[in-house]
């Protein structure tokens, strides 16, 4: 693989940071779709995305460690992030915390590179475009790993997931330290609990993943402990097909799946 | 390089040195030399019983490849690799000949059928021929062997595990064209009693498989490219690479050996334990690297690039990530940047092509580009599109492959990428190569960067594990005597090195100054 991605879980460092407090406020939150947008730098590009006639910076690109994959031209993007007073980067307004989603469908009209232009400089990129000088952008990445010494008590996995997705190559990370881990535990049973995600959008409509995704995402996941050694006898699942509600807070967590390892 | 330079050079000379003096001058022929100086025959028939010396090289059209075996010279007789223990006159070295990088040039199975009037078992029906069914004489049969070196290979539909269940596969296939016949054929083909789909690829090197074997760097439970369970050895139950084969089907140099026996070689029977044992002791530890260059000189010399020759690779760290500026995917040096011109029109002519080579090394390793729309590389956290190199795909230490979990689409076989002949009333070119069309299912995602309907030549590790994402993605092959072994790309699309660079530079819009191609081709042609 070009580079290991040994974090514990794509999101997972989000939950951690905190939204800022401006002024004693609340945050102020954009959830919204929209086409991402490469603004090319002397560097690394860097991740824009448009909403209500702002530019919104999402982040820039560095190699696999990072937290923060990417979005995808070819297909518009759910963008759920924290608007932070932070200077604006690639002229954009710096959402932070932020998670996006590239939506599955094609939308070839999410096409724009912008070219390279003096004003917009990345001098924080913690790896050049090409290659590295020896690590990774992120050594060790910013999540960390679980701890695995004794004992080996029940134990909740949260795994996160795109828009409409299933498991995905950055998942890889939570189901190794999901699979090391009923690995310590004697005669280790695990729960799969997998739901349907909703987020609420600054427009004030909700986006709902299609029906089935959740009974897709439990039957996945057995399938790939089962297909990496794990009796199927020991797992059990369950779904709920019902969307969470969403309050337009965080609800990137409602697309999640919980796997609780037991004794 | 500029084009006069290689052309001043086109009635070489191979000059091999070996050890501290030169051994020999002797024009490419047929004939390899030994690391004493005494011929040896280029063709490796099955059951030949010579001796394969510890050192050998062979020339070919840019120089001579060397050949090393780091247990020294083997007699041949009776060695599993070496003779024909299936029932069609095949043995290994049939398709990994020493001559061709422990590969097989088209170039050489056209020679065998001339040699042979096509007589030679590696003309053989199972797959040495585009379908079983057509007439065994006739070459129009063999025409993928003979014109892109591409063996048939044939795999079960819908995909199965390797305990045998069916795999229920993401995508339906249909067959849009069938130039062989063999995938509409009423015994071989999908529609048959027992469902097969063929495709064509080219035989891979049985050589410098410490590499590509090595289960290290990005070695994980769950593949970090889609998340799904990496293959295991299943008699140790160790993680392993999944970079040997084009699909990455067979896991470890052991069940490669076993199938590969039971289909190309026909064995009715099994390999025995000691058979195993000889064979995958011999392939690992041949290695395989040009070592001499027509217009390059010498490439092992000391001073010269720590990268080149085959003895170069027996002693470069497995299992490590080359992509980045303390290890180097290919350590070249600083020895030939900038180098003198005295005078003499033949060293100076060699200094200006060594200098282009430390070019193309760093065309291949710094020039950025915007690598889009490629399954399992901007699939995996860079974003689409993602300003790299070729080396953050081609990143594996000394070989250029990923260092595990190496397959990825970067449109040899995938339209609208994969190089397809015109259609139009003024073109006779016929298409070669099979064309499917693959729907991806309604209840799955559509591919990521290609939708849900998607054709393809050779669907890939698709065929393997029924995933849609993984359609036209095919594991990477090693850079290493590549000069020895055209055609290029799993399907052989690609006739030449300067082919091979003008797809990509087609595919990621690369725009590649002929200077940048010349060097970059001229940098490939010594490794």
């Not at chain 2, 040495?128 to 048939?152: E, F, T, V």
């Not at chain 2, 041949?286 to 000391?302: K, M, S, W």
């Not at chain 2, 993605?473 to 300067?498: C, E, H, K, W």
Request: charged share 20%.
């Amino acid at each position: 693989m070009t580079a290991m991605r040994s974090r514990l879980i794509a999101l997972a460092a989000l939950v951690a940071v905190s939204a800022p407090q401006l002024g004693g406020q609340a945050p102020k939150r954009v959830n919204f779709v929209s086409c991402p947008i490469v603004q090319d730098t002397a560097t690394v590009p860097c991740w824009l995305s448009a909403y209500e006639g702002q530019e919104y910076y999402l982040g820039i690109q560095t190699d696999i460690s990072a937290d923060f994959d990417p979005p995808y031209l070819g297909h518009q993007v759910l963008v759920e992030g924290v608007v932070s007073d932070e200077p604006r980067i690639c002229g954009g307004v710096v959402l932070k915390p932020v998670v996006v989603s590239p939506l599955p469908e094609l939308d070839q009209s999410c096409s724009v590179i912008r070219p390279a232009v003096p004003q917009f400089t990345v001098p924080f990129a913690p790896r050049p475009p090409g290659p590295s000088g020896g690590r990774l952008a992120f050594d060790p990445p910013p999540s960390s790993s679980v701890d695995l010494k004794p004992p080996y008590g029940a134990r909740s996995f949260e795994l996160f997931y795109d828009f409409d997705m299933l498991v995905m190559g950055r998942h890889s990370g939570m189901l190794t330290e999901i699979f090391n881990y009923a690995q310590k535990v004697p005669g280790a049973r695990l729960r799969v609990a997998a739901g349907r995600g909703s987020t609420k959008l600054s427009n004030g409509k909700v986006l709902t993943e299609r029906p089935g995704i959740a009974k897709a995402r439990a039957e996945e996941i057995v399938e790939l402990f089962q297909g990496a050694g794990v009796s199927k006898s020991a797992m059990q699942l369950i779904w709920r097909d019902d969307p969470e509600s969403a309050d337009g807070v965080d609800d990137w967590r409602s697309r999640r799946v919980t796997v609780r390892v037991e004794p | 390089m500029p084009s006069t330079i290689r052309s001043r050079s086109a009635a070489f000379v191979i000059a091999a040195f070996v050890g501290t003096g030169l051994l020999l001058a002797a024009a490419a022929s047929s004939i390899g030399v030994t690391a004493q100086g005494q011929p040896i025959g280029r063709w490796w028939p099955p059951g030949d019983g010579r001796t394969l010396p510890a050192a050998v090289d062979y020339a070919n059209a840019d120089g001579a490849l060397g050949i090393l075996n780091t247990a020294g010279a083997i007699d041949t007789t009776g060695h599993p690799f070496f003779e024909p223990i299936g029932t069609n006159g095949r043995a290994c070295v049939t398709c990994h000949q020493p001559s061709d990088a422990m590969s097989l040039s088209a170039a050489t199975a056209r020679e065998r059928w001339r040699d042979t009037g096509g007589k030679d078992p590696l003309f053989a029906a199972i797959d040495g021929k585009n379908c079983p069914s057509l007439p065994q004489d006739d070459p129009a049969s063999h025409s993928l062997l003979l014109n892109r070196g591409l063996i048939r290979v044939f795999l079960p539909w819908p995909p199965q595990k390797a305990d045998g269940t069916r795999i229920d596969p993401e995508f339906t296939i249909e067959v849009v064209r069938d130039p062989t016949g063999c995938n509409t054929d009423p015994q071989y083909g999908l529609a048959s009693s027992s469902a097969t789909i063929s495709v064509y690829r080219r035989p891979r090197m049985a050589a410098n498989l410490k590499y590509v074997t090595a289960a290290q760097f990005g070695v994980s439970p769950f593949i970090v490219k889609n998340g799904q369970p990496a293959a295991r050895d299943p008699e140790t139950g160790a993680l392993v690479s999944m970079n040997m084969m084009a699909d990455a089907r067979e896991p470890t140099l052991r069940t490669q050996a076993v199938s590969a026996a039971a289909t190309h070689l026909q064995l009715s029977g099994q390999l025995t334990a000691p058979q195993l044992d000889r064979i995958i002791a011999f392939e690992s530890q041949i290695y395989a690297a040009q070592r001499v260059h027509r217009d390059a000189g010498n490439l092992v010399e000391p001073g010269g690039p720590p990268a080149l020759g085959p003895a170069a690779l027996t002693g470069g760290s497995t299992g490590t990530l080359g992509n980045n500026t303390t290890r180097f995917v290919f350590p070249m040096g600083e020895g030939w940047k900038s180098l003198p011109r005295t005078g003499d029109g033949n060293a100076d002519a060699r200094n200006a092509f060594r200098e282009s080579v430390a070019r193309g090394h760093d065309v291949f390793f710094f020039r950025t580009f915007w690598i889009r729309d490629a399954m399992h590389i901007n699939s995996v956290g860079l974003g689409n599109p993602a300003k790299r190199t070729c080396s953050t795909c081609h990143g594996m230490h000394m070989t250029g492959m990923d260092t595990v979990y190496g397959w990825m689409d970067t449109g040899t076989t995938n339209l609208p990428w994969a190089k397809e002949p015109p259609v139009s009333p003024w073109s006779t070119e016929a298409a070669e190569l099979p064309l499917f069309k693959l729907t991806c299912k309604a209840t799955v995602a559509p591919h990521t960067f290609l939708g849900r309907v998607i054709y393809t030549q050779d669907p890939g590790r698709a065929l393997i594990s029924g995933k849609c994402n993984d359609i036209g993605a095919i594991v990477m092959q090693q850079f290493r005597g590549l000069a020895a072994r055209a055609p290029y790309f799993s399907n052989g699309s690609a006739r030449t090195l300067r082919e091979l660079v003008d797809f990509y530079d087609r595919r990621y819009n690369i725009q590649y100054s002929d200077r940048e191609k010349d060097d970059l081709v001229n940098f490939l042609s010594t490794l």
